[in-house]
Nanobody, 115 residues
Framework: QGQLVESGGGLVQPGGSLRLSCAAA????????MSWHRQAPGKQRELVAR???????NYADSVKGRFTISRSNANNTVYLQMNSLRPEDTALYYC?????????WGQGTQVTVSS
């Protein structure tokens, strides 16, 4: 139920785009929230974007207008569309799901923004 697998990371030039996916092993229909976090070397993990049951979203100020979080209950997947990427977006990106009173984390996918 709680297994999460992220994909879609990679190396991209500044200004480019990537779409991250986080596939859950079981149904996410009843998940309270699904989120993306990131951690850059030497920095604390930070919340990037969250989508709550019902569709409410919130974003870190640093990514507002550039990143979009969405979820597909049919595919048991949460996505993070990242546009206008900057070098400071370089980090290991993790997804997190709050389900049934528990929190589950994926292993992370690396995003590197560099020319």
């Amino acid at each position: 139920q709680g297994q999460l697998v992220e994909s879609g990371g990679g190396l991209v030039q500044p200004g480019g785009s990537l779409r991250l996916s986080c596939a859950a092993a079981g149904s996410i229909f009843n998940a309270y929230s699904m989120s993306w976090h990131r951690q850059a070397p030497g920095k604390q993990r930070e919340l990037v974007a969250r989508i709550i049951r019902g569709g409410t979203t919130n974003y870190a100020d640093s990514v507002k207008g550039r990143f979009t979080i969405s979820r597909s209950n049919a595919n048991n997947t949460v996505y993070l569309q990242m546009n206008s990427l900057r070098p400071e977006d370089t980090a290991l990106y993790y997804c997190e799901i709050a389900l049934g009173g528990l929190t589950y984390w994926g292993q992370g996918t690396q995003v590197t923004v560099s020319s």
